[in-house]
C-alpha cells in the first residue's frame, strides 16, 4: 500500500508526493524569515533553525500533531513560539501532504507528525512542553503511535536522532541511526509503538508520563483479543473471543483524526458509518452479524461475526491453474466451473444488498471472503452508502473503482464486471493504468478458457471505454495493437522491439530534474534514484549491453549525480554499482574518483562499513567485491582483489548463519547466500583457487537445501503462504547461478535440483512484467542456462514468455512500455520496468549481456553501438 501515495503526483509515473502537493503549499513556506534565521527544503520537510545552530546528535525530539482544519493554526503557533525562544524545528510543506502522511495505509510510525521540534538542553525540553503544551491546549490532533503523548493536547515526544547519521538495519536496508554508549551507531527505530533505548537518559520531569503510559487507561474491553488480522494506519482488525461465552467476533478499530481518506474523513467517521450500514443490511446471509460498538480509551471498536476461511485473493493464489508449469486442462475447467460458482454467489449477495437500498461500493477480491463451506461473505462495509442518499466512495481499488460519471449501483456493476475478468486473468490494476487494455485482455480470456455463452459480454458492456480521450492518459495507448503484434510474432524482430523499447525509454527521461532521471518504483525516492536497481544507472547499463546508443546528455546527468550526492556502499542500491556502470560507459575518471570516495574519500559513508553491514549482492559486501574485482582488474591493483576475496568470504560467511550471533540470511541472489555464491564464483575464475570454488558450491547449496517441493514438481522460495520462482528473490536466481557452478562443476551433487528450479520459470501466468520480480527474470534466466535442463525447452519457454509480455505492454508515445511493481504506474527501471524487460529480451533473443557477473569471466561484455 505504500505505492498509494506515489500514486498522487502523476498518472503514469510514480512520483514524489512533494511534487503533487507543491501548488498547495502552506503561506510559511516562502514567507520572509526574521533576521537571523534560515530555511532549508528537504523532500516533504521544512526545516528553519537560527542560522549557524548546531543541533546535538540525538535527543527526545518534540512532535506536534495536527487536523486537516487546524493545521495551519497549529503552524502558526509553533512557528512563532521556535522563533520567539530559538529552537529548531521542521514541518510538512503542504495540507496535502499532512493528509497523505495520515491517510488510511501511511507509515503507522511517522503517521501524525506535523511539527518536530528541537530542543537543545533538558531545560529547553522541559520549557517547550509547558509553553507551548498551554499555547496549544485543546488543539486535537492524531495520536503518534512511536512517540510519548504529553497530558491531553498534540505534543508527543521520542528519543531520537537530530542529525543525519545512517547505519545497516539487520534488514541491509539503510536507516538513521543513533550512537549507543559505546559510540556504535544502532537504528533509530521508528515502529508503531513508544520505546525507549535502555541506556537513553530520561529527565525526571517525563516519569510521570512514563508511569502513566505503562499503566495505560480506558475501559476495558470485554473481549480477549487473541491476535491481530490486519493493521493500517486507521486501527488494527482483531480476532477475539467474548469473555462471557467464548463466541469469537472481530473487532475493527477507528483511531480518531487517523487513517484520512481522499474527503479528509477519519476512520472513527467511517466506523460509525459501517455501524449504521450493518444495521440496515442485518439478516443476509453474506453479509457479517453486527455486535455492536463500544469505545475504550480513545479509540472506537467495531464488534461484529468472526467469519472463517479466506479472502477471495488468498483463495485465487491457492487455486489459479496457469501459475504452474503446463496445467492440465481438466483442471482449468474444474477452475472455471469453481469461479461461476463464486460469481454468482456474488451477483446474489449484491442483489440483497441493493434490496435492502445500500450500494456496497468497495467490491473487490480482498473484500470477499469465503468460508471453509465455499459460500460468499462481504465484509468491509465503511465505503457502502444508501441509494437514496449516494455518495461516492473516496477510496478504491486499483481496477475495480468505478470511473467518474458512475453512480449508485452502477458502482457495483462495474466492479463485478472487474471481477469476472479478474478471477479469470487477475491484471485488473492496468485497466485503471490503460483502460484501452480492457479488450485485449478479454480477448485473452476467450481464447484461454473454456466459458459458457455471453460471459465476457457484461465485462465489455461495463469495463470497456470508448471515450475518444482521456484526461491524463493522451499519452498511452497509440498503436498498441502493432505493438501487441511485435512481441507476439511467431519469428520476432528483435531489432524491432530493442528499438521500441530503447525509445520508450528514452521518452521518460527527465534531464531537468536533478531527483531522477528515468520514472521507476518508489524506491527512487526512498533509496536510491542512481543505481543499477531503480535508478539511471540501471536503465543506462540495459541500453548499453543492448546495443543501444547512449544520449550523452544522459550520461552527463548521471556522472554529475554521482559526483554531488552522497556516496552510499551497494552493487544494486548504491553507488559502487554507480561505478562500475560509467566505468563500463567510458567515464572511468569519475568512476575512479567515486570508488575512492566510497574507500578513503572524506565523505566516505559512516556507520556503513560493509564489514558491519548487510552482506548480500544486493546492498552488501557480495556486490561490493564483484565491483572490486571489476576495478581491480582495470587499475590492474592487486589490492582491490585482496579486498575482494576478504569480503565474497566474509559475505557467505554472514549470509549462511556461520558468524556467531547472526542468523542466516532469507535465500536468494540479491539479499541471500546465492549472491555470495557468485561473487566467490567469479573470483574463483579469476584468481583459479580451487579454494573457492569449493565455498561457492558449499554456499549455494546452503540455499537449494532451504527451498522446498511444490506440489506441482517446481523447486522454488519458500515466502509464507506463497513460493517464489523469481529472480531477485526465488528459484530463478538460483537457479541461474547453480548453472553457473556446474560450469566448473559438472558432476556436482546440486545438478539434480536443476530440472525443478526450471520448471519453476515455465508457468504461462506471471503477474508482473519485471526483471527482480516478473517475467523478465525468468526471460533471462531461461536464456542464459547453458549447462542445466534441455536447451531447446528452455528456448521454447522463453519465447512463449517474450509473447505473453503483451499482456502487460502499454504503449508510450507510440513505444513498448510496460509498468512496474503494483501495475500502478509505468516504469522504465532495471528491476521493476521497460529497462529490465530490454535487458532480458537481449539475452535470449541476441546473446546480449545479462545483469553484471551473470556469465562466466571472458565472455564478451557491453559495448555501446554508435
Same mark, same amino acid.
Given at each position: ?349 449484491? #442483489? ?324 555470495? #555464491? ?81 520448471? #519453476? ?106
Amino acid at each position: 500500500m505504500r505505492y498509494e501515495a506515489y500514486s498522487y503526483a502523476d498518472p503514469l509515473f510514480y512520483d514524489s508526493p512533494v511534487r503533487w502537493a507543491a501548488h498547495e503549499e502552506f503561506a510559511a513556506v516562502t514567507e520572509p524569515l526574521p533576521p537571523g534565521w534560515v530555511r532549508q527544503d528537504r523532500d516533504i520537510w521544512v526545516v528553519v533553525q537560527p542560522a549557524g545552530a548546531g543541533l546535538p546528535d540525538q535527543g527526545w525530539k518534540v512532535h506536534v500533531s495536527a487536523c486537516l482544519d487546524n493545521a495551519e493554526r497549529v503552524l502558526d503557533t509553533v512557528r512563532s513560539y521556535c522563533q520567539r525562544v530559538g529552537m529548531p524545528f521542521k514541518y510538512l510543506r503542504s495540507l496535502p501532504i499532512l493528509q497523505v502522511q495520515n491517510s488510511k495505509y501511511a507509515n503507522r510510525g511517522g503517521s501524525g507528525k506535523f511539527c518536530t521540534l528541537y530542543p537543545l538542553d533538558e531545560d529547553g525540553l522541559r520549557r517547550c512542553l509547558t509553553e507551548l503544551g498551554a499555547e496549544l491546549a485543546g488543539e486535537p490532533g492524531p495520536y503518534i503511535l512511536s512517540d510519548l503523548r504529553w497530558e491531553d493536547g498534540p505534543l508527543y515526544l521520542r528519543y531520537g536522532a537530530f542529525t543525519e547519521r545512517w547505519c545497516r538495519a539487520d534488514t541491509g536496508e539503510q536507516v538513521p541511526a543513533l550512537a549507543d554508549p559505546e559510540g556504535r551507531l544502532v537504528p533509530d527505530v521508528r515502529a508503531a509503538v513508544f520505546e525507549v533505548p535502555s541506556w537513553a537518559p530520561v529527565p525526571d520531569f517525563l516519569r510521570p508520563a512514563l508511569t502513566a503510559r505503562r499503566a495505560g487507561g480506558g475501559t476495558a474491553l470485554p473481549y480477549r483479543v487473541e491476535r491481530a488480522l490486519h493493521f493500517s494506519n486507521a486501527g488494527g482488525i482483531y480476532l477475539a473471543h467474548d469473555r462471557s461465552d467464548g463466541t469469537p467476533v472481530v473487532l475493527k478499530e477507528a483511531r480518531p483524526h487517523a487513517g484520512l481518506d481522499q474527503r479528509g474523513t477519519d476512520a472513527v467517521t467511517r466506523l460509525g458509518h459501517e455501524y449504521d450500514i450493518l444495521t440496515r443490511l442485518a439478516g443476509i446471509p453474506a453479509v457479517p452479524a453486527l455486535h455492536g460498538r463500544l469505545t475504550s480509551w480513545e479509540h472506537h471498536f467495531l464488534v461484529q461475526e468472526y467469519v472463517e476461511g479466506a479472502t477471495l485473493n488468498e483463495w485465487l493464489v491457492q487455486n489459479y491453474p496457469l501459475v504452474h508449469p503446463d496445467p492440465d486442462e481438466a483442471v482449468v475447467t474444474d477452475y472455471v466451473r469453481r469461479a461461476l460458482d463464486i460469481l454468482d454467489q456474488v451477483e446474489r449477495g449484491l #442483489a440483497a444488498i441493493h434490496a435492502r437500498g445500500v450500494v456496497f461500493g468497495d467490491l473487490h477480491p480482498r473484500n470477499l471472503m469465503l468460508r471453509p463451506d465455499g459460500s460468499v461473505v462481504f465484509i468491509d462495509f465503511e465505503l457502502a452508502s444508501p441509494i437514496d442518499e449516494f455518495v461516492r466512495p473516496a477510496l478504491g481499488a486499483a481496477g475495480f473503482a468505478a470511473p467518474a460519471g458512475r453512480t449508485g449501483v452502477e458502482l457495483d456493476q462495474h466492479a463485478l464486471a472487474a471481477l469476472r475478468l479478474w478471477l479469470l486473468l487477475p491484471l485488473q490494476q492496468l485497466l485503471a493504468l490503460d483502460p484501452g487494455k480492457t479488450d485485449e485482455l478479454i480477448d485473452v480470456v476467450e481464447r484461454r478458457f473454456p466459458l459458457p455463452d455471453g460471459y465476457t459480454a457484461p465485462i465489455r458492456a461495463h469495463l470497456v471505454r470508448r471515450e475518444p480521450s482521456l484526461p491524463g492518459y493522451e499519452e498511452i495507448g497509440h498503436h498498441r495493437a502493432e505493438l501487441t503484434a511485435l512481441l507476439t510474432a511467431d519469428v520476432p524482430d528483435w531489432k524491432a522491439i530493442r528499438s521500441s523499447l530503447a525509445a520508450g525509454i528514452a521518452a521518460t527521461a527527465t534531464p531537468d530534474r536533478a531527483d531522477r532521471l528515468f520514472p521507476g518504483d518508489v524506491a527512487q525516492f526512498t533509496h536510491d534514484s542512481l543505481g543499477l536497481a531503480y535508478g539511471a544507472a540501471g536503465v543506462l547499463y540495459a541500453l548499453d549491453a543492448t546495443g543501444c546508443r547512449i544520449d550523452p546528455e544522459h550520461l552527463d546527468w548521471l556522472t554529475a549525480a554521482a559526483g554531488r550526492s552522497p556516496v552510499r556502499p551497494g552493487l544494486y542500491t548504491g553507488s559502487h554499482g554507480v561505478a562500475y556502470t560509467l566505468d563500463l560507459l567510458g567515464a572511468r575518471t569519475a568512476a575512479l574518483d567515486l570508488l575512492d570516495r566510497l574507500t578513503s574519500g572524506p565523505d566516505r559513508p559512516t556507520g556503513t562499513d560493509p564489514v558491519h553491514g548487510q552482506a548480500g549482492l544486493g546492498q552488501g559486501r557480495a556486490g561490493i567485491a564483484l565491483t572490486l574485482l571489476h576495478f581491480a582488474e582495470a587499475a590492474a591493483d592487486p589490492a582491490l582483489l585482496e579486498r575482494a576475496v576478504a569480503l565474497a568470504e566474509a559475505a557467505a560467511d554472514t549470509l549462511t548463519g556461520a558468524v556467531p550471533g547472526i542468523a542466516a540470511a532469507e535465500p536468494g541472489l540479491l539479499s541471500g547466500p546465492t549472491g555470495a #555464491a557468485l561473487a566467490l564464483l567469479r573470483l574463483y575464475e579469476h584468481t583459479g583457487d580451487i579454494r573457492l570454488l569449493d565455498r561457492a558450491e558449499a554456499t549455494l547449496a546452503h540455499d537449494l537445501e532451504r527451498c522446498v517441493l511444490a506440489a506441482d514438481g517446481t523447486v522454488q522460495v519458500r515466502d509464507g503462504l506463497r513460493v517464489l520462482p523469481y529472480l531477485e528473490g526465488g528459484s530463478a536466481g538460483i537457479g541461474l547461478v547453480l548453472d553457473q557452478l556446474l560450469t566448473h562443476r559438472p558432476d556436482s551433487a546440486l545438478r539434480g535440483r536443476a530440472p525443478a528450479l526450471i520448471r #519453476a520459470a515455465e508457468p504461462e501466468f506471471i503477474i508482473q512484467p519485471g526483471l527482480f520480480n516478473g517475467r523478465a527474470g525468468l526471460i533471462g534466466h531461461l536464456g542464459l542456462l547453458r549447462n542445466t535442463g534441455d536447451r531447446a525447452r528452455c528456448a521454447a519457454h522463453a519465447d512463449r514468455h517474450r509473447k505473453l509480455l503483451s499482456w502487460h505492454q502499454i504503449s508510450y508515445r507510440g513505444q513498448l512500455a510496460f509498468p512496474g511493481e503494483q501495475l500502478l504506474r509505468l516504469s522504465a527501471d532495471l528491476a521493476t520496468g521497460s529497462a529490465g524487460v530490454l535487458l532480458a529480451l537481449g539475452t535470449t533473443m541476441a546473446g546480449t549481456p545479462f545483469l553484471p557477473w551473470t556469465a562466466p569471466i571472458g565472455r564478451p561484455g557491453p559495448a555501446s553501438a554508435p
